[in-house]
């Protein structure tokens, strides 16, 4: 028999607690925190580029529901060259951030029939 999907809903009278668990163990080989950063893109375009050159990396998030921190972790054998490349990737966003900084998405009417600014 099917079962109701269990959707959150802020007016649920329900007072179970809402929490996303524990952070996951880090793996013993992964010794080294390479980068501690709230910037999620930022720390996925590492992992990419990590990926790319062959260093494994391992990725973590605090549990904080707002300002989660991202923490990559790599093997202290590999944390000198990861370093570099981490240092490159953030270098390349911040210069890009700089020639053409991220704008705001645009305010549009949430329904096509209304119109915003005339009355």
Same mark, same amino acid.
């Given at each position: ?28 080989e ?5 980068? @501690?950063?709230? =910037? %999620?893109?930022? /720390? ?7 990926? *790319? ?6 990725r ?14 790599? @093997?202290?054998? =590999? %944390?000198?060259? /990861? ?7 953030? *270098? ?10 991220r ?17």
């Amino acid at each position: 028999m099917s079962e109701p999907l269990d959707y959150f809903n802020p007016l649920d009278k329900d007072d179970r607690p809402r929490r996303r668990g524990p952070a996951l163990a880090v793996p013993a080989e992964f010794d080294v925190v390479l980068t @501690r950063t709230t =910037d %999620h893109p930022g /720390a996925r375009a590492v992992e990419v580029e990590l990926g *790319a050159q062959g260093v494994a990396c391992f990725r973590s998030e605090g549990t904080d529901a707002a300002d989660r921190v991202v923490q990559l972790h790599v @093997r202290s054998a =590999d %944390h000198a060259y /990861a370093a570099q490349l981490a240092a490159m990737v953030f *270098a390349r966003r911040k210069r890009l951030n700089e020639i053409d900084p991220r704008r705001p998405a645009p305010r549009t009417p949430l329904w096509p029939d209304e119109d915003w600014g005339r009355g």
